[in-house]
């Protein structure tokens, strides 16, 4: 047999499609191209599959890929439509006259139920070849079968529910086990029956389906099932319990033994139906589902959150009538398959599509006698593929894009979000909406909303926006332009001026006429003006409205809004005139206020001179604030502005900030310094001699300048500070005259300012107070005491001041106390020249005893500079018994000298030399004056380089801080330990 998916003949180049809609071509609004053609794909298009059964086909069932067709002779073709050419035949058992009555394949497409019209029930897995009998099913005909759609096992169906013609109810299990006890005779690991809906009659289960609900309870799944018979659709909801032994459902079918069953009921049955449940791809509940009836298709959603009630999940369910045609005679349909949108239904001869959402017929494909007669429609669950059939062929419906009108629908329904959620791809249609919704809006007078979905369409901004501008409240058009505004992009700046500029106006003209009225002080007004703020501090509208601040300024002035142009002042960071305007309402406080809210230090230096005046301590609580970001000296201008007569607080608080300047800032500003001392000196000198003890004594950390701090001084009468001031400068004879005219202790301490060893400018400044003393005071008791408090005067440089009538009574004693002192120095000189001459004596004897010292040498004995034999030649030999070569010696020492006496060495050297060369060649003649020369030069030699030893001298210890290596030798020593 070939393979039935081998190739694809096109026996239909495009099917009929019928509309009951036809869409009007109207323009969708600027900036959108309308690309729908006439060539657009049909929404189902039908393909004959290249097939010819040996025998009349008589049903097929599909899931999962999974195809099964059953022939007239009770054979089974079973394939993977992924693998078309591996074909599986299955002969089935075969009795006299028996035939295949219903075929049941499960969601996976693992496990088929075979009903033959003798009701023999037969089940086969996808791993088994040969069916096996459900022995306890015998004597029921199946008509439903309900799936288990949690179950995935390949080897058992799960808990499933089986609907007879009887009206009857069933819970049963199939395994497939090799060796389940089963084997022989039914694989049904139970049989119960749980329901029967034929009590006053007996009607056929016509279609079965349960699915799980979500549920809270941690011990109970909650289920509902709906059953159909010809003409009554039953729901029952209910809880089973997670440890119920099988059979699974019996509990929630035991509450509706009463009669207290669910149903819905419609007239005019056919003896027939047949329910489906559409559940869309990867999700995990059903949508939506349809009942084939009498009079019509029964269509509705599936709701398992309970709003249908509490035995109830049908929601939103309504009755979709049969395509009748006037010349068509009555047909009922032979089955129907259901898609999202859609409902096929199969007659004899053709098929027709429904829109569900419209109740239109939307295409019709009507087949030529040909192909025979349909015998049956079914549908993938898994793959959404769609397959008809007649007694010698089959067909494929694909479905291309069948959400391509729904929005259109929903839109002509006013369903206006379920039209976006379709449609929100296309811009196109979006945007068509998006008008029509607003223009409903409008019309039911929801302005707010409507100036909202106008402004995310793309139609004309001046039409809709004359549209707003004739109701009497401008809300909508406020919020119309707000929103256009929000969409547009940051480069299309002359479109975000106008539109910003036109808002201010619409929010000024509002607040004004609420003024006007005397609405200020509503809670409306503040909520505009709230508004009107946050819209300009908005980060987009503040860079607009900052690069045309003139223009908003014009505009909110030519309101004669204060209160907001000062709030735009402040968001524009416009301080300078925020505080301009208060200090013109002599409001200083708040000028102050904004200006502790900004960083601008050139305002605090503009406007503090003005706020100085009025609020000086506020003012400089605000300096104070501000600590290190102000530069003192720029506030110079602001502290001097003021009349201290008239406001000495402000005096008070400049002498407050500039403290604080100098004590916790350390300033050093020589002008702060001055300015301190000049309010010192005319508000309070008390602290005048504290400030300037504070500054010290050494003229180069003295931050003030001395001369204008003398003037100063000297204007205002303060001879304190002045003295303190001639000493600085060094003027002590000047700071001695203006201390004695204050305070002779004064003088005294000017007088010994001077340096200790300046004895003669000591002497002459005592002396001036001595003659103050004497003549202005006339106290020479007093001028005697200074004898005692100056070491250099002596009583011969006061007499000349004491006037002739002075007797000798008065400075008897001073006389008396100056000869012993005399004496008693004339003493303490005697004994030193005494000391002196017994130290000189101690020197002779110890030099004429080292003359007699002498010390061994071996002959044994190393140079302890080169270590070779001492003796070899010329050596020096230490007290501390260190012994050198004389050249070693020579060698060691001479680095360690200067460059002169190193001269001088070479230079005695050579001298030595050139004697010892002299005396070997005048060997037996006698030469007492070249040996006087050559002893004189040997000794001078001697003293340069032997009057210490090298290393017990002061040369080792000078010697410390040097390195060990030149400056030339270390890259060398370093190279050789590479």
């Not at 079965?208 to 609900?213: G, K, P, Y």
Request: aromatic share 10%.
């Amino acid at each position: 047999m070939a393979s039935i998916l081998d190739q694809y003949e096109e026996e239909s180049a495009r099917a009929t499609s019928i509309s009951s809609v036809t869409p009007i071509q109207v323009p969708i609004g600027p900036g959108y191209i309308d690309a729908r053609t006439d060539l657009d794909t049909p929404i189902f298009s039908k393909k004959k599959i290249n097939f010819k059964p040996s025998d009349p086909l008589t049903h097929v069932v599909v899931s999962s890929n999974f195809l099964v067709m059953a022939m007239s002779n009770n054979l089974l073709l079973r394939l993977d439509l992924e693998h078309p050419d591996q074909q599986e035949e299955i002969e089935l058992p075969k009795a006299s006259e028996d035939k295949v009555y219903r075929l049941f394949l499960d969601p996976t497409g693992k496990h088929l139920i075979i009903c033959m019209e003798s009701t023999e029930n037969l089940y086969l897995s996808r791993n088994s070849r040969k069916p096996r009998s459900i022995g306890k099913l015998k004597g029921h005909l199946v008509n439903a079968v309900a799936w288990n759609l949690q179950n995935t096992n390949e080897n058992t169906t799960g808990a499933i529910l089986l609907g007879t013609s009887r009206g009857l109810i069933f819970e049963t299990e199939l395994t497939d086990s090799g060796d389940s006890r089963f084997f022989q005779g039914s694989l049904d690991q139970y049989l119960k029956q749980l329901f029967n809906l034929a009590k006053d009659k007996i009607v056929p289960i016509t279609g079965l389906e349960f699915d799980r609900m979500p549920s809270d309870s941690m011990t109970e799944y909650k289920y509902y099932i709906l059953a159909t018979t010809p003409g009554r659709l039953y729901q029952f909801v209910g809880n089973v319990s997670k440890s119920t032994d099988p059979p699974l459902f019996q509990q929630l079918f035991m509450q509706y033994e009463s009669g207290a069953e669910q149903f819905s009921e419609l007239p005019g049955e056919f003896g027939y139906s047949e329910l489906t449940m559409y559940r869309p791809r990867h999700a995990k509940c059903v949508k939506s589902f349809a009942w084939m009836t009498g009079p019509g298709v029964y269509h509705g959603e599936i709701d398992v959150s309970g709003t249908a009630g509490p035995q109830s999940v049908t929601v939103n369910t309504k009755l979709i009538r049969y395509p009748r045609d006037g010349d068509e005679k009555s047909q009922n349909p032979l089955s129907m398959v259901m898609t999202e949108f859609h409902v096929l239904l199969l007659f004899p001869d053709r098929l027709k599509v429904m829109c569900v959402l419209n109740e239109q017929l939307i295409y019709e494909d009507v087949f030529p006698d040909r192909f025979g007669r349909l015998l049956g429609l079914c549908s993938d669950p898994v793959k959404g593929t769609i397959w008809a059939f007649t007694g010698q062929s089959i067909f494929k419906y694909k479905v291309t894009r069948e959400a391509r009108d729904v929005w259109q629908m929903y839109l002509d329904k006013n369903e206006f979000e379920l039209a976006k959620e379709y449609c929100r791809d296309n811009v196109a249609q979006l945007d068509r909406v998006l008008t029509k919704q607003a223009e409903y809006l409008f019309e039911k007078g929801e302005y707010q909303e409507s100036a909202m979905m106008y402004a995310q369409t793309q139609n004309s901004f001046e039409e809709i926006a004359l549209k707003f501008i004739k109701l009497d409240g401008k809300d909508a058009l406020k919020s119309f332009i707000q929103k256009k505004l929000s969409a547009l992009r940051p480069q299309d700046k002359t479109q975000i001026t106008m539109l910003v500029t036109w808002l201010i106006e619409i929010f000024l003209n509002q607040l004004g006429e609420m003024k006007e009225q005397g609405q200020d002080e509503s809670d409306e007004y503040r909520k505009v003006q709230e508004e009107f703020r946050m819209f300009l501090a908005q980060p987009k509208n503040k860079e607009c409205v900052s690069n045309n601040r003139g223009v908003v300024y014009d505009l909110i002035a030519s309101h004669g809004d204060v209160e907001d142009m000062v709030f735009f002042a402040v968001l524009m960071q416009d301080f300078e005139k925020v505080i301009t305007h208060h200090i013109q309402h002599d409001n200083y406080k708040g000028a102050l206020g904004q200006l502790s809210k900004q960083t601008d230090t050139e305002l605090v230096y503009k406007f503090s001179p003005l706020l100085m005046q009025y609020i000086p301590r506020e003012t400089v609580s605000l300096w104070i604030s501000l600590r290190g970001s102000l530069e003192p000296i720029k506030l110079i201008p602001a502290l001097v502005q003021y009349d201290h007569n008239k406001n000495r607080e402000q005096g008070n608080e400049a002498i407050k900030y500039l403290e604080f300047c100098i004590e916790q800032l350390d300033n050093k500003d020589q002008a702060i310094h001055n300015y301190l001392l000049s309010l010192y000196a005319k508000l309070k000198p008390d602290q005048l001699m504290t400030y300037l003890n504070i500054q010290g004594t050494d003229e180069d950390t003295i931050c003030y300048d001395l001369k204008y701090a003398l003037r100063l001084c000297a204007e205002h009468g303060h001879k304190k500070a002045c003295v303190h001031i001639y000493s600085l400068m060094g003027l002590y004879e000047e700071a001695v005259d203006l201390a004695l005219q204050v305070d002779v202790e004064l003088a005294k301490q000017q007088a010994d300012k001077p340096d200790e060893d300046d004895n003669d400018l000591r002497k002459k400044l005592w002396l001036r107070i001595a003659r103050h003393v004497v003549e202005e005071e006339k106290d020479v008791k007093r001028a005697m005491e200074f004898l005692h408090d100056c070491e250099l005067l002596k009583i011969e440089d006061i007499l000349p001041f004491f006037p002739d009538f002075v007797t000798i009574d008065h400075f008897k004693d001073a006389i008396v106390t100056s000869l012993q002192e005399y004496n008693h120095h004339i003493e303490q000189l005697k004994e030193e020249m005494d000391d002196a001459t017994k130290s000189a004596e101690e020197i002779r004897k110890e030099i004429q005893s080292f003359r007699n010292k002498y010390a061994f040498v071996s002959a044994t004995d190393k140079c302890a500079a080169c270590n070779f034999p001492l003796m070899a030649r010329s050596f020096y030999l230490f007290p501390c018994h260190h012994k050198f070569h004389s050249d070693c010696l020579i060698g060691e020492v001479l680095p360690n000298l200067t460059s002169k006496k190193r001269q001088r060495v070479e230079e005695l050297q050579r001298k030595v030399a050139e004697n010892e060369d002299s005396r070997v060649s005048s060997v037996g003649v006698r030469g007492d004056n070249s040996t006087d020369k050559s002893k004189d030069t040997k000794a001078e030699l001697d003293d340069l380089v032997a009057s210490e030893c090298i290393y017990c001298g002061d040369l080792m210890v000078r010697s410390i801080d040097q390195p060990f290596l030149d400056e030339g030798e270390e890259d060398l020593v370093l190279s050789g330990w590479l």
